[in-house]
């Protein structure tokens, strides 16, 4: 609704807005409002009207080309032909749910678990990244008798009551729980990229001590691991394999939110908690795993399973259904004919690189950081300060959506541009963003730049 | 897991079986517990092998057709060649989510919105019936500052930590919430329409009353219209107007659960709470809305909606994108051009009088209820005990199965047959599936019955 993040809720159309539209867009956006209320929030100053999607790119109703650096979710590509005819050919054939047996959801199970450390070897099917999240969670209860729970500060995990519990992205009217415990993200821009890594792990450590000293057991910590909502932070190689250990130690799961990260997002990898060689007890999927086919899973260690499910149901209609088995199964085709996992990691290169040159000509632009084709550019007051600037970075996303390409913001204060574009994008591709968001910052500098 | 519902606990394939099952089945069996673990549920005490759906049909990898009179999902038919068309075709075209503008999800809203009271307004689109009753909860318990849920004492809402909390036919290891207030179905069997209905009322007040003397300020009652998990009963006229009447007094809001009733399957009415001349405050839905594309929906009045969003965020990342809008209007589409509100009137009627006419021959059918083509059959011991027999109901399920035609079980001791077939099951289905049960009985007793 207003502000399902809060970290968005300045790249948004007011509602309350009347003129200035194209009267087809106003039209649209009168019936939008009709439906869906006055809180549901629409992207930019000017909305998008959509009405094709091809690869990288998105097409508005007079055939405008967009250069989609926003949308994860279309992983592979939009309307990538793999995809679309594996679905199409599976809802002809059978859809129904995994009650019944049906070849396709093994292989495909089979697959996707190969692709994880041995000890994750079991899976459960839903259909959201929220549903996963919320799954994890009581498995991680159930099966340690803890309640306590840490996130990061700007941690959005889902959807769900039990999940926007956790999400302190998530607007709420809802007090936070008394075991929901905090820690700040690692501020590699503020702290250096090492010390940030110690201070989030002394931040976990006190957490747990907090926790005990509250006679509170933790249940999990539950980490994305490339921090997206908080702003995008992939820390040092293998911190989150030590926050792990302190958890585990203190009787908790490590739960790795993959929602965002995984399927190859941040290049060297298939999942983000591979590049800090640690295994979790726990990693949950959601959005790129059906290419936008609604689909989600969690991955857990066999013996946490089934201490669950002796004394716990679970059953998801639609979760791994054979259509969903397809197009699960088309992605995983995708990205390894198309090299998505090694584009992901040569074209994030390069894009970062562009972008850090780019950052020596903006004085707004503070720091430049990623893993793969994920992603984030902070904007500052300036250099000197590295005082957090909301606005810069809003005039910056309407800006390059001005120029026609799109991308979206992060972070507790709202100021990082969010860049994580479908994993097909080039070369020419980064060049146009940098071009785009060169642009945007002149103009809203009146000049070149700094 | 282990027993999702339940319910169903019975009507299960044993796990830690190994023989006895032809190769190819075992070996799907084994992959299957590789992959999920041995507490995830398959039916029947021989598993069905799916390989191909149409209709009301079900093939397995022999060929061999099954009559579906168990799934609601494919309500208008097994890969009906409408959502099937409109799925690939919009797929092929573009698949985003509500932040941008596209026509076709507002069409489709305005379609969906005109079959309900022109109260019920506003739509959030989900992705499941779990998540809708998860939203539908979080804004009762948000607008109305009460935390008590009503819910009957054999509900299944749904499967998130906080709609499991309110399924008491879950299997769960968390104790019930100091919050969840449980009242019997109305058991017209052994108390009588009308009196079944009075002391279901006299319940929802009876649980008013302790919230009250608690100090627990009422959020909502969740009601599935036709009561499926208790074990369908479709009460009288207006009983559940009457119960909607106290909760609001009381200060809660009254939200119908249409996630098995909606959708025409009741015959008479669209939704379920249609046929009872009453307004709810939110109307939840989920399975066949999409005809097995992952899809739900929260039907909600705008005034509550706008007071939720003021002070809470809500995406749905998968929530009403293109593909969903396409799906669901292909949905309303078949229901009107093959008649098949009409047709779950007709031949629910028909099937009803054929099941009351074998209920005459056989000593253990007790009762046969349900409205349009939702129908419970309850087995007892006999008909002067009415002792709910559940392992009569196993046998059945299973020897129906044996005939090549598919039901399942519901209630608190899951004796009651559950009759919910995709609702293009015509007369000649009808005669099939009471032939079926009529030699399962038969067998089962070793001759003609009573």
């Given amino acids: 609704m207003a502000s399902t993040q809060k970290i968005l809720e300045l ?19 009168a019936r939008r409002r009709k439906a869906f209320g006055p809180t549901s929030m629409l992207f930019y100053e000017r909305p998008l009207n959509l009405v094709r999607g091809e690869g990288v790119w998105l097409l508005d109703e007079d055939g405008t080309r967009y250069l989609d650096a926003y949308n994860n979710v279309p992983s592979v590509g939009h309307c990538h032909p793999r995809v679309v005819e594996a679905v199409a050919r599976q809802m002809g054939q059978l859809n129904t749910h995994t009650r019944y047996l049906y070849d396709s959801i093994y292989t495909y199970s089979e697959r996707l678990l190969a692709t994880y450390p041995s000890g994750l070897s079991n899976i459960v099917y839903v259909c959201t990244g929220s549903e996963a999240v919320d799954l994890a969670l009581r498995i991680a209860r159930a099966t340690t008798g803890g309640t306590g ?7 959005y995990h889902g959807n769900t009551t039990a999940v926007t519990e956790v999400s302190p992205a998530s607007a709420s009217s809802e007090p936070r729980g008394a075991h929901v415990f905090l820690v700040p993200a690692p501020d590699s821009y503020r702290l250096g990229l090492e010390e940030a890594s110690k201070a989030f792990n002394r931040a976990v450590e ?9 006679g509170i057991r933790p249940a999990a910590m539950v980490i994305d691991s490339i921090l997206s909502s908080d702003g995008v932070y992939p820390g040092t190689v293998g911190f989150l394999a030590e926050a792990a250990e302190s958890v585990r130690a203190a009787g908790g799961l490590y739960i790795a939110d993959e929602v965002q990260p995984g399927f190859a997002r941040t290049g060297d990898t298939m999942w983000g908690f591979a590049r800090h060689g640690m295994i979790p007890d726990i990693a949950v999927m959601g959005k790129p795993m059906g ?5 989600g899973g969690v991955v857990v260690k066999p013996a946490l399973l089934e201490a669950f499910g002796a004394h716990n149901g679970y059953f998801n209609t639609f979760g791994g259904n ?8 088309a992605v995983l085709d995708a990205l390894a004919e ?7 990691r040569a074209t994030g290169a390069y894009l970062a690189v562009q972008l850090t040159a780019l950052a020596h000509r903006h004085e707004v632009i503070g720091d430049v950081r990623g893993r ?26 309407n800006g390059m959506r001005a120029r026609n390409v799109l991308v979206g913001t992060a972070g507790r204060h709202g100021n ?10 080039k070369r020419e591709h980064a060049d146009q963003l940098v071009a785009a968001l060169d642009g945007a910052l002149s103009a809203a500098t009146g000049g070149a730049g700094a």
Same sequence: chains 1, 2.
């Fill in 322 to 329: 054979p259509v969903a088995a397809a197009a699960g199964m």
């Fill in 149 to 155: 729970v840490i996130v990061t500060e700007n941690a």
């Fill in 11 to 29: 790249n948004a159309f007011d509602m309350t807005r009347s003129g200035g539209l194209d009267p087809a867009v106003a039209d649209l956006v």
């Fill in 416 to 425: 990082i541009l969010k860049i994580r574009p479908p994993l097909c994008f």
């Fill in 372 to 397: 793969g084709l994920y992603l984030g550019v902070e904007m500052v007051r300036d250099k000197a300060s590295r005082e957090p600037d909301r606005a810069a970075a809003v005039r910056a996303v």
């Fill in 206 to 214: 006190a957490a747990l001590a907090t926790m005990q000293a509250r």
């Fill in 291 to 295: 290419n936008g086919f609604p689909m």
């Fill in 338 to 344: 198309d090299g998505l996992g090694e584009n992901a």
